[in-house]
């Protein structure tokens, strides 16, 4: 297994390119189940989850073509990808792959869409908490599916097409407003989404299905209403730039001090998360660029953040957050609301000395000044970047374990950091 190799100690300076977003890539590739045309996606990361989920597609017949570089191309650029969903040969996504990927999941709604069928292993357990899947299953009940669970499998059923609804979430998911938008851009009439997920990577979605003839307005705000229609058509789509890598990069820099550029960042994609670097002492601007993030010499400032729903502070950098935080001069308090279970990288953080004290679902980080390395393992996406983060302040050697769980979701990490000036290094093995 591959570990990474960090001396800590070394500012950052220089620009590191943001690749595409993981988290819109996914549902941009199930898409391509609702149509018979090809979907070509642009800027599509490269990244274990993208390869398992290219697997996960060719196991229901599609045909997946990566095209090739040409001469002058940037080598960094994110990949293209011809998705075509043209014959789908099972509808069938067996519990091998599904359990090593939660998002594989959300093809349900496409198969049972297209096909009036779909047989879905349930996801199984996850490290950050129990992650049920009952908001995607009664949103394709309201469109009018039968849904039986056998043999761990969700085995849905609409074999006359699924009927537009009301469809009124309990808790906003992000995972169940793909689901039910995918499903609902093909059923017969009108649906409507309430409290539908309002992150940057459904209105991608959306973007994507409006091309390929879909009928969806209001994708960005908590009610979106679509009216389905017969078919969809082919389509060609850029993924929007990953907000979760640009804030962790942001975070680096705020943490190890420096001057970096993040090239092709959307600032409007994490309001929130740039109002808390500021408010920690990082000076953050927009340029035609894309972000640019310092911090010189000044000390960090503790912050008090709960992680909500978008457009609130992301569950998802909640980690990397917490990793800055125990360099600020003082207490500062980070509250986890999404998941039950995503402080794992509370006990590695002490490993190199961080001091947190968990008080339910709230974090009291007690900011010092030295953090000082050790051998530390990964134990999900977000949680082992944040060792990485905290490895590059820490004084001497930090080995993060188990690193596989970086390359879901993490493009060439090793390689954009050490271009700024980090000392950190892949240890194959
Ligand atoms: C997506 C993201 C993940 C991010 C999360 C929250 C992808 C591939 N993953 O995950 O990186 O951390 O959003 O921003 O985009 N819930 C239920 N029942 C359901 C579905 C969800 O109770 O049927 C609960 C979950 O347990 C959780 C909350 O709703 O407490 C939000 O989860 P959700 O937004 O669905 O997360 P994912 O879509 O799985």
């Not at 990808?81 to 099972?90: G, K, L, P, T």
């Not at 996850?126 to 009664?138: E, N, Q, S």
């Not at 669970?149 to 009124?168: E, K, Q």
């Not at 530390?376 to 769980?405: C, F, K, N």
Request: proline share 4%; aromatic share 4%.
């Amino acid at each position: 297994m591959d570990k990474i190799r960090i001396v800590g100690g070394q500012s950052l300076n220089g620009t590191i390119p943001i690749s595409g977003a993981k988290n819109a890539a996914l549902p941009l590739m199930i898409a391509s189940l609702l149509t018979e045309e090809k979907l070509v996606l642009e800027n599509v990361p490269r990244l274990a989850d993208v390869a398992l989920l290219q697997r996960i597609l060719g196991n229901h017949g599609v045909d997946i073509t990566v095209a090739g570089k040409r001469n002058g191309d940037d080598p960094h650029a994110g990949q293209t990808m011809e998705i075509d969903a043209r014959v789908i040969v099972d509808t069938t996504a067996p519990y091998d792959l599904v359990s090593r990927m939660r998002a594989s999941f959300w093809v349900v709604g496409p198969l049972l869409a297209r096909m009036g069928e779909a047989r879905v292993s349930l996801p199984g357990g996850c490290a950050i908490g129990t992650r049920p899947v009952d908001f995607h299953l009664d949103a394709l009940r309201a469109l009018g599916a039968d849904i039986d669970i056998d043999a761990g499998y969700v085995v849905a059923r609409a074999p006359n097409g699924l009927i537009g609804a009301r469809i009124d979430f309990p808790k906003v998911s992000v995972g169940a407003t793909h689901t039910a938008l995918m499903a609902a851009a093909l059923a017969k009439g009108e649906s409507v989404i309430e409290n539908a997920a309002r992150e940057p990577e459904i209105v991608d979605l959306a973007d994507c299905l409006i091309k390929m003839g879909a009928r969806i307005e209001g994708a960005g705000t908590s009610t979106i209403r679509i009216e389905g229609v017969p078919r969809l058509r082919g389509a060609r789509h850029s993924v929007l730039p990953d907000r979760i890598e640009t804030g962790t990069y942001a975070m680096a820099v705020a943490m190890t001090g420096g001057d970096v550029t993040l090239a092709g960042a959307r600032a409007d994609l994490l309001e929130s998360t740039i109002e808390v670097l500021r408010a920690a002492g990082a000076q953050i601007d927009v340029n035609n660029e894309g972000i640019r993030v310092r911090r010189n010499g000044a000390g960090l400032f503790p912050v008090d953040v709960s992680t909500a729903p978008h457009p609130g502070f992301p569950t998802d950098l909640q980690a990397q957050l917490m990793a800055l935080m125990t360099r600020a001069q003082g207490r500062s308090r980070i509250t986890e609301t999404i998941f039950e279970n995503r402080f794992m990288h509370v006990q590695e953080l002490a490993r190199l000395g961080a001091k947190i004290h968990l008080d339910g679902d709230t974090a009291i980080v007690e900011g010092s000044d030295r953090l000082k390395g050790a051998p530390v393992m990964a134990t999900d996406l977000r949680a082992s970047v944040s060792l990485v983060i905290a490895g590059l302040a820490a004084e001497g050697e930090t080995m993060v374990q188990r690193v596989y769980h970086l390359d879901r979701g993490f493009e060439r990490l090793e390689e954009k950091l050490s271009r700024c000036g980090a000392q950190i290094e892949r240890i194959s093995g």
